[in-house]
């Protein structure tokens, strides 16, 4: 009789659980709705205020240029008298838009001005509720996350670690190629410099140009061979697909995952998965060893001589 009514809680104590599980999910969508609804107020609210700064700086830049061209072109009296024109009228537009920026006047039932102040407020008011709900969004996620199985929390880390991996390698290469384009135009840059464009580096004024650009060249390309940017690129992505893989073959039970037990078969996938990472840890340090043996060796004639 007592062992019935021990099962009897123990069920009930499931069911418990299971409904804590499920308040716990709902909860976490509430969160994760009000988290976006309270962003997009943040970048609605952010938006006029971006748009008015960056006209703010757009006139302050034309001012500093008008106030160049006036130092610049000073023997010209048709230039400098434009630019001092310009120079008054992009002062007066200057000082005008930033009175209006901080004006907040209440006059015959309403209000006067761009009033930043409130709205900046607003927008640190906005950013502290999207950080208080992050943080309880986070909180939460970990409560879920302890609740998991060790087999859900291991592809979820796996998820994270492909991301991370895939974005490593989408910015080695898109800083190789950057590099790379930036050589070739300065190679070229150099070529008619030195060939069919003299009289550019004559109106420059300018000697060392051609100098400066060449050791821009040589400089990137130490660069790029020293910090092996595609290299790096290539191994991060390999391990991706590698472990992506490795995930679609233990879902579908195929190839070494077949007519295995689900405790085999996750045993077996989480050792071909950490395999795969030591490997890319590995082609990691062999690359930087590389990268350090060469940059000795280079030093070692400059030692000699």
Known sequence: ??????QKEDVDQGI????????????????????????????????????????????LLLLSLAIAVEGIFYTNPFISAWAVFLKFVFAILFIGLTAYFFLNVYSSGDFYGFKAIDRIKNLISLKEDIEGLQVTLRILDELIIARRPHEEKYQEELASTIAKYKGRANRNRSLYYFIQMIIIFCSLLVTGLTSGLNNLIKVFGNPWVTPAISFSVSFL??????????????????????????????????FGYKNLSDTEAFTRFAEEVEKLRNEQRKRQQQLEQSSETKQTTEREPHRLT
Not at 32 to 59: G, Q
Not at 226 to 246: C, I, M, P, S, Y
């Open 1 to 6: 009789m007592q062992a019935n009514v021990k």
């Open 16 to 59: 418990d659980l299971k409904e804590l599980d499920n308040n716990k999910e709902e909860k976490r969508l509430k969160l994760v709705l009000e988290i976006e609804e309270t962003k997009f107020r943040y970048k609605t609210a952010r938006r006029p205020v971006a748009w008015y700064v960056a006209l703010l700086f757009f006139t």
């Open 221 to 254: 390309t130490a660069m790029v061979t020293l910090f092996r940017f595609r290299e790096k690129g290539h191994n991060l992505q390999q391990t991706a697909d590698a472990v992506e893989f490795e995930i679609s073959c233990y879902k579908k039970g195929i």
